[in-house]
Each structure stands twice: as structure tokens, then as C-alpha cells.
């Protein structure tokens, strides 16, 4: 049939049909190229972005509640203090002793109930002045917890700073943190990209806090204008497109929640920078486009002359470029495994000063009797135990990706592994009111049993950690004839068909947009996916939302060992 059709365009007919062909292909090949790179340019800009913006809110969290917690320090020691015991320097012992945030506070002051300053830790100046008409004075006055007031400039520091208050019984304490100790942590995240970025902290009401690159005056945003209060307060984050104010030009911002404070973070990328990355990899892949254009139509040319000899080189060419790309894929797959080896090896080092500090709080656990030190004692156990957990992760994750653990399997008995796992979990289900039950189970199969027993701890952990009431099963079934599912029912709010895949993800929370720390941290069904695919085990879920979700794992199924048959 090719021949037949050869023989009727002609010769030459069939020349410029292959020229045309060798022109046409590379051409439409490098415009899909360009649509599908650019998209995923643009993908993987906004997942920078949300990541860099979800970092920042957890650091600012972390200053804010410190902050907070100062005043809860504050507030205490004036409860202690006979009257007129109060002085300047008593907020100075204070302030000294919380050496990580005196860099990032102007000053603590304390006013009475009509804005008289009678201490305060930056200008004795300040003493007896009254500053009632103030925000951070007025606002807090009329609310019962802590409030967030707009950057100002300081008359005495010449730095802008933004206010954290609170209204107590004899009056108001204030302290103005530093805008630039946010804008710092800006500045170094940003740097630690080789794009120019746009980095910004603001309040619920559009006015900004904190910004990188600082201005010579802080920016309002208003609702009447496309950018983040068009979905503040009800969004907790997400991803939006504007031109900045100042001219920037246009931007992808990414913007997230402070946990626990109206307090929103957004994250910028220049979308003419993401477009200019976009067009270096075009030119070579244009590059690329035109010298495979060029050498289909010099083939089609000599096509009837090609020699052994000429095909010989080319195919070398083309093993040479294949070798190639495989060592550079080889050399990213080492640099990958390194990466996670320091990292384990890193979290490891981290764990010894976190148990030292482990330690120090029980021993304050037996020696503090005084209910406002127990609360306090509380709160850093709690974020002890955060870090904890968080480092834990951390190492199982790098560990996994290392590629240095190893899997050992053998033949298990299931049946003592669920009912361990069920008393491990009935206590902590019977306290939140759950009801657990652990089903019989007397199949056998092959697998490691500490690294089978972590994957239906994180999963019977995860039942629990979404499901606020009804009961949560733990059972096994036969699948076929040569397999066994061990799964893990629950009643919860169940998960959308379209977020199933992503729940296996790293740092993946579908109902916990605050970052809540008592919902976890996103890391358990990833370490399970990964210990499944270290022994071989499929691993999946099912789910009915409204109704409840099943967390499964499947393993071989053995025969018992002659050890174990009763004689």
C-alpha cells in the first residue's frame, strides 16, 4: 500500500511530504510542551507558595502566642504584688527573663483603667502620660481577650511596631512587638528562593502588619478591590491573582490563617518571573524543536542515501543521550536519598534535647503546686509534646525515603496483633466517648510485624482523631484466595471521592484548615502508604461522607507454621 502510494505522489511528492512532516511534528510537539509546562509552572509556584505561606503563619502563631503568654505572666505577677508594688522594673525582670522575644518587643506597658501609663519597660518618659484614645487601649477595653491593633510608627524607637493587649482588672497591658522580627523571617525565607518575592502579614480588617519588601508606609486593603478580603474572614486559605498596589506587577499570592488570631499570611510570586522561567525552558526546548526540525528534513533529504554507517552514528547519539538523562536521573535519585539520610540523621540528633526537656518538665510536673505555674507548665508540655510528635514523623518519614530501612517478613498471626492494637485503643476511645471494638481474627499472612503494627497504629489514630461520636471497628476479611484486609472502620464525617488520593499526601489535612495540632500534623497515612510500599502491601480506603470511612491494608495469607499447629 506505501509503495502504491509513493509510486503515484512521485519522488518528489513524497520528499516535500516527508519535509513537511519532519517541519509540522517538532513544531506541535513543542506548542503541547509549552501548554503543559507552563501549567505546571504555574502548579508548582502556587504549591511554593502555599507552603511558604502555611510556614509563616505557624511562626507567626508561635510569636503571638508567646507574646500572649507574657501577658499571662504579666498578669499574674500583678495579682501577687501588694499595692503600689508595681513598677517598671518588675515588667523589666520579666521581659529579661524570656530572652527569645526581647528582640522582637519595643516594650510592655501597663495602664490603668483611663489609659494612664503606670509602668513600663522602654522609656521612663512614659510614665504617668495618658494614652486612652489610643487603639490597642480602646479596643482592648471593650474585649474579653486579646486584640490586635494596626502598625504605627514609634515616636521614640523610630521603628513601626504592631500592639498585642489585653484588659485585666486594674486596667490594660500592652506589648508592641517589632514589625521588622517578622519582616526578617520574611526577608530569609523569600531569599532562600532564587525568585523575588512578596511576602505579607495583615489583619482581618486589610491593614497590614509586616511586609517584605518593607514600605515606606503600611498598605490597606479594602474590600471594594480584588485580592485577599474578598475571601477573608470565611476562607482560611487559598489561592488568588492580583496587581499588587505598589505597582509590582501581577502577582500568584498564596494566603493562610494564623491559627487562633485574625491574622492572615499572604506569599507572592511574580507571575513575569514564573513566565520568564517559563520562556528559558521554552528557548531550549525551541532550541531543541529547530534542530530536530532540521535534522528530519536533512534525513528526508538523503533518506535514499542514508548509509549503514550514518545510522550507526545517529543511534550512538541517541544511546549517548540516553545515558545521559539516565545519570542525571541516577545523580538526582542519590541527592534525593542523601537529602533524607541527613534528615534522619538530623531528627535523631534533635530528639536527645527534646527529651532533655521532657525530663525537666516532669520533674516541674512533681515540684509545682501553684495552680497559675501548673497552667503554664501545661502549655509547654503540650508543645513539647508537639515537637515530638512532629520529630517523630519527620524521622519515620526521611527514614522510609532514605531507602535504609528494611523489610523482614514472616508468617504472623494476626489475631494477638488486633486484640494488642485494641486494648491499646479501647482506653482513649471509652474517654472521648467512642465505642471501639476489635474483631476475631485467626488468619495468618507474611509480613514484618512492627512495620505492619505502625501502619494500623497511624490508621486506628487517624479513626479516632476524626470521628467525634459513634464507634470505630477494627477487623480482617479474606480477599480471594491468597490475601487478607485488615481494615479500619469508623463513623466519621467521611472524605469527598475527589480527596481520597490526596489524604495519602505529606502534611494533608482535609478538616483542619486552623492547622489545628490536636487533629495531628498530616504525616500518619503518608508514613503508612510509604511502610506499605516498603512491604509490598496495598493499602487504600473507601468512604461515604456523612456516613464514615474504612482505612484498609492487604497482606499475603500464609498457612500457620508446623510450630504453631496445636498436636
Known sequence: ?????????????????????????????????GVK???????????????????????????????????????????????????????????????????LTVAIVVMDSTGVVHANTLDPRLQGRNFGDR?????????????????VS?????????????????????????CRAFEQVFGALAASDRSPEMVALFLGDGHQLARYPS???????????????????????????????????EHLFAFQKVSGYPLWVTYGVKIATIRSVWLRDMAVAGAVAVLTAWLLVALAKHSDSLSAAQEAVLQRLVAARTVEAEQRAAEAERADRAKSVFLAAASHDLRQPIQALRL?????????????????????????????????????????????ARAHPRPLA????????????????????????????????V?????????????????????????????CRRVGATAIRIEVWDTGAGIPADKLDAVFEDFVQLDNPERDRAKGLGLGLAVARRTAALLGHDIGVRSQPGRGTVFWVTAPRCDPPAEACPT
Not at 509513493?6 to 513537511?20: A, C, E, I, P, Q
Not at 503600611?218 to 477573608?232: F, S
Not at 501553684?370 to 519515620?396: M, P, S
Open 37 to 103: 509546562s507552563y501549567g505546571e509552572a504555574l502548579e508548582q509556584s502556587a504549591a511554593k507558595a502555599r507552603r511558604n505561606a502555611a510556614v509563616i503563619a505557624e511562626y507567626t502563631a508561635r510569636v503571638i502566642g508567646g507574646h500572649a503568654l507574657l501577658i499571662d505572666l504579666v498578669e499574674e505577677r500583678l495579682a501577687r504584688l501588694p499595692p503600689g508594688g508595681l513598677s517598671s522594673a518588675v515588667l523589666d525582670d520579666i521581659l529579661a527573663g524570656h530572652k527569645p522575644l526581647q528582640d
Open 447 to 475: 509480613t514484618d510485624p512492627p512495620l505492619l503494627a505502625r501502619i494500623l497504629r497511624n490508621l486506628l489514630a487517624n479513626a479516632l482523631r476524626y470521628t467525634d461520636r459513634g464507634r470505630i471497628v477494627l477487623g
Open 414 to 445: 494476626l489475631g494477638p496483633l488486633l486484640a494488642g492494637l485494641g486494648e491499646e485503643l479501647a482506653v482513649q476511645a471509652e474517654r472521648r466517648g467512642i465505642r471501639f471494638r476489635a474483631g476475631a481474627c485467626s488468619a495468618w499472612v
Open 1 to 33: 500500500m506505501k509503495g502504491s502510494i509513493v509510486g503515484r505522489l512521485g519522488r518528489r511528492g513524497s520528499l516535500r511530504l516527508l519535509m513537511l512532516v519532519a517541519i509540522v511534528l517538532p513544531v506541535g510537539v513543542l506548542a503541547l510542551y
Open 135 to 151: 487603639d490597642y487601649f480602646v479596643q482592648a477595653r471593650g474585649a474579653d481577650a486579646e486584640v490586635i491593633t494596626k502598625q
Open 360 to 404: 525537666v518538665i516532669d520533674l516541674l510536673d512533681q515540684r509545682l503546686a501553684d495552680a497559675a505555674d501548673r497552667r503554664v507548665l501545661a502549655i509547654a508540655t503540650k508543645a513539647v509534646e508537639a515537637v515530638e510528635e512532629l520529630l517523630a514523623a519527620i524521622l519515620d518519614l526521611s527514614v522510609l525515603d532514605s531507602g535504609i
Open 215 to 249: 514600605l515606606p508606609e503600611p498598605v490597606v486593603l479594602t474590600r471594594d478591590e480584588p485580592g485577599l478580603m474578598q475571601y477573608v474572614p470565611e476562607q482560611s486559605a487559598g489561592l488568588y491573582r492580583v496587581f499588587p498596589k505598589t505597582g509590582a506587577g
Open 154 to 178: 514609634g515616636r521614640i524607637t523610630g521603628q513601626p511596631f504592631f500592639s498585642l493587649s489585653r484588659r485585666f482588672s486594674g486596667g490594660v497591658i500592652v506589648i508592641a512587638i517589632y
